[in-house]
Each structure stands twice: as C-alpha cells, then as structure tokens.
C-alpha cells in the first residue's frame, strides 16, 4: 500500500501544505488565506488537496504542522518549528544546485535569515517580526497604496525607465506616507516599486548578515514569487539567489519530510517492540507457571 505524508505551514498570511508520496515526491500542493478562521480555513484547504489529488486523510499516514498556528491541528502526529521545517525543505529543494547555506525567508509578517551548515543543519537564526517593514505585508501595503495587486510589483519594477525613488522610511507607517508623498511629488508608479523593493532588499540583507551569508542562498516565501524583489536582492548581494519552483510551500515540504522521517523510525521501533515481547513472554510464563525446570 502506498503511504503519503502531509506538512502544514499555517503562516500569519497563507496556509500552505504539501503531499508527498514515500520517495520524498510532492504529489500536491495548495495555498490558502490563513484568514480570521485559522483552523477552519487550514482544515478546509486540507481536505480540498486531499480531494484534488484522490486522497482521503486516512491515507495519510503522518502528519506534521508547523508556522505560527502548528498547534490548532489537534490529530497532528507532530509539530515541528519553522525554521527547522524551512532548512529541512530547502536543503532538499536545493540539492540540484549543490548545499544551501543561507535561507532568506520573508513571510507575510516577518523575515528571517536562517545559516546551515554543510550538512544541512541549522547553525543560527535571525528573525525580524516586530517591524512590518521589509515583510509581505509591507509590498501588500505599498500594492494598496498604488492601486495594483500583489503580484503586478514584479512587471511594474522592470517596466521602470527612471532611477528608482529613494524609499527610506524604515517603518510600514512612514512608509505608506512616504509614497502617497512621491505619488504627489509626480514619482511613476513603476519607479516607486523599484525603490520599494531595493530598500526591502537593504533590510533584509542587514538582517540575513547578523546570521553570515554563505553560498548557496535559497530565497523563500510568498514575496519570493515577486520577480523584481528576487532582481533588487540578487543585485545587493552581487550573487544569484536559489529560488525554488514554489516559493511559498518550503517549509511545509520541509515538515512533510519531517514527518516521513518520525514515521519511518516509529516503524522501525515498533518492529523491535514486536520481536522483542514474543521472547519475553514466553519466558514470563514459563517462570510464572513454573511448568519448565530453566530456573
Ligand atoms: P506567511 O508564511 O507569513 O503566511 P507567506 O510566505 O505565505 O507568509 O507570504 C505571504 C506574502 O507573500 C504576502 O503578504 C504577499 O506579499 C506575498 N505574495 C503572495 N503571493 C504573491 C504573488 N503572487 N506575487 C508577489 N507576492 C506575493
């Protein structure tokens, strides 16, 4: 019989969740609005996945949640913390381009920097998620403000023909203030975006440089997906970025893995357990009944 096992990455903004098959395989994924309803909103994009790819959940033989609701899932055979889910996710991820080193994770509220080491594990942290600025919901703010959507800042930024604004409010407040001040000064929309996303690219570098920046650099996370933030990053850094397929289900890849992990070692437990008591309670009965003379 064939044995899925499912992660869930329940973020401030997104829930997001893989399938994977026994060999590490993605059969699917999906990502939903986290929204008011947390657990429902997981529950029923859970179900809707489970539906779209011909699976029920008692085919899925372990479950692993992680991001900042992991607990809501109650029937969760293990929750795991998001960092330790993103390294997991990326190191397989990457493997074609060789070992990550650095994860840059911006979220829907927060960024991070993540440093492994040669193996893949996690050496050290940085996380930002007390200042809006230079998280997804500061680009959603600044998309509001021009009256675009979310995913038109990446044409927008490489459809700028002047110098980028200069952006240089560090926090999302200032910030909204200071673009409707350049829309009013006569700024094109397309070179405030530009502006946006290099000042987002400053921000988290100094963040991502308290950890160490080693190659590779894996870039994850919904604002991953915004073509011209991955171009202002990779143009601070002087270096290219690793950008996975779909950048925002990483980390509940990672917590899948995770989970075929546990579930592979449950089994093997349970196999010792089951050989070992055979033996046991042979010798337990024959001691109790004193039926044998063995002593
Ligand atoms: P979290 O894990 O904190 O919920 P995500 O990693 O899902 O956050 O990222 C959410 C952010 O991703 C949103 O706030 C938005 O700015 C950005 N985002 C989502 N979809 C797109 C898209 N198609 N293009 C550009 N940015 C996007």
Same mark, same amino acid.
């Given at each position: 019989?064939?044995?899925?096992?499912?992660?869930?990455?329940?973020? %401030?903004?997104?829930?997001?969740?893989?399938?994977?098959?026994?060999?590490?395989?993605?059969?699917?994924?999906?990502?939903?609005?986290?929204?008011?309803?947390?657990?429902?909103?997981?529950?029923?994009?859970? %179900?809707?996945? +489970?539906?779209?790819?011909?699976?029920?959940?008692?085919?899925? %033989?372990?479950?692993?949640?992680?991001?900042?609701? *992991?607990?809501?899932?109650?029937?969760?055979?293990?929750?795991?913390?998001?960092?330790?889910?993103?390294?997991?996710?990326?190191?397989?991820?990457?493997?074609?381009?060789?070992?990550?080193?650095?994860?840059i994770n911006i979220g829907g509220q927060d960024s991070k920097g993540?440093? +492994?080491?040669? #193996?893949?594990?996690?050496?050290?942290?940085a996380m930002n998620d007390?200042c809006a600025a230079g998280t997804g919901r500061f680009?959603?703010?600044?998309?509001?403000?021009?009256?675009?959507?979310?995913?038109?800042?990446?044409?927008?930024?490489?459809?700028?023909?002047?110098?980028?604004?200069?952006?240089?409010?560090?926090?999302?407040?200032?910030?909204?203030?200071?673009?409707?001040?350049? +829309?009013?000064?006569?700024?094109?929309?397309?070179?405030?975006?530009?502006?946006?996303?290099?000042?987002i690219?400053?921000r988290t570098?100094r963040l991502v440089?308290?950890?160490?920046?080693?190659?590779?650099? #894996?870039?994850?996370g919904?604002p991953? +997906?915004?073509?011209?933030?991955?171009?202002?990053?990779?143009?601070?850094?002087? *270096?290219?970025?690793?950008?996975?397929?779909?950048?925002?289900?990483?980390?509940? #890849?990672?917590?899948?893995?995770?989970?075929?992990?546990?579930?592979? #070692?449950?089994? *093997?437990?349970?196999?010792?357990?089951?050989?070992?008591?055979?033996?046991?309670?042979? %010798?337990?009965?024959?001691?109790?009944?004193?039926?044998?003379?063995?002593?």
């Amino acid at each position: 019989m064939n044995e899925y096992f499912a992660g869930i990455d329940i973020g %401030s903004t997104a829930v997001k969740i893989v399938v994977t098959d026994a060999d590490r395989q993605i059969i699917g994924s999906k990502t939903a609005a986290t929204g008011a309803l947390v657990f429902k909103n997981a529950q029923t994009a859970f %179900s809707s996945l +489970l539906d779209e790819i011909g699976l029920e959940r008692k085919h899925v %033989s372990y479950l692993t949640t992680t991001g900042y609701g *992991r607990k809501l899932f109650l029937d969760a055979d293990e929750t795991i913390s998001e960092i330790t889910a993103n390294a997991v996710g990326a190191r397989e991820v990457g493997k074609p381009f060789g070992t990550i080193r650095t994860i840059i994770n911006i979220g829907g509220q927060d960024s991070k920097g993540i440093s +492994l080491d040669e #193996y893949g594990n996690v050496t050290n942290f940085a996380m930002n998620d007390r200042c809006a600025a230079g998280t997804g919901r500061f680009l959603d703010m600044a998309a509001r403000n021009l009256e675009i959507e979310v995913d038109d800042l990446g044409p927008f930024h490489f459809a700028a023909k002047g110098i980028p604004a200069a952006v240089n409010a560090t926090c999302a407040v200032f910030a909204e203030s200071e673009i409707i001040g350049l +829309l009013g000064n006569g700024h094109e929309r397309e070179e405030i975006v530009k502006g946006i996303h290099f000042s987002i690219a400053k921000r988290t570098i100094r963040l991502v440089k308290k950890v160490g920046i080693e190659e590779l650099i #894996y870039f994850d996370g919904g604002p991953a +997906l915004n073509k011209g933030l991955v171009a202002a990053l990779e143009d601070e850094l002087g *270096r290219r970025l690793v950008i996975p397929a779909i950048p925002q289900v990483t980390t509940a #890849y990672g917590a899948a893995l995770i989970g075929l992990e546990s579930h592979g #070692y449950e089994k *093997r437990e349970q196999a010792k357990e089951f050989a070992i008591p055979v033996v046991a309670e042979e %010798s337990e009965v024959a001691h109790a009944c004193g039926a044998c003379s063995c002593g």
